[in-house]
């Protein structure tokens, strides 16, 4: 079973900076991306940045260019999400996800994590 542990959520004021880290764990797949998506309430879900497990590959929503850093940390099997210039608009439910090759969907995912920016 594989699990994705989502954690560093929390309540930050507008301007301010959190660190999200989704740990890998269990019977992994091969992993070829893993990504951060986000749910702000009452809207879908959407994508926030993703990045390729063996080659510097990333990506970005519009939205967060400049603001937001995944990085990764092999050995640890683990993904972060470095937020800074935090907005009351990156409010939401902050979720990772697995896909195991370029021709899957994400079909992997944690729990979730709450980021709450106080304006």
């Known amino acids: 079973q594989v699990q994705l542990v989502e954690s560093g959520g929390g309540l930050v004021q507008a301007g301010g900076s959190r660190r999200l880290s989704c740990a890998a764990s269990g019977r992994l797949p091969s992993i070829y991306q893993v990504g951060w998506f986000r749910q702000p309430p009452g809207k879908e879900r959407e994508f926030v940045a993703g990045?390729?497990?063996?080659?510097?590959?990333?990506q970005y929503a519009d939205s967060v260019k400049g603001r937001f850093a995944i990085s990764r940390d092999n050995a640890k099997i683990t993904v972060y999400l470095q937020m800074n210039s935090l907005k009351s608009e990156d409010t939401a439910v902050y979720y990772c996800a697995l896909k195991r090759s370029p021709f899957d969907a994400y079909d992997y995912w944690g729990q979730g994590t709450q980021v709450t920016v106080s304006s």
């Open positions: 990045i390729t497990w063996t080659v510097d590959n990333t």
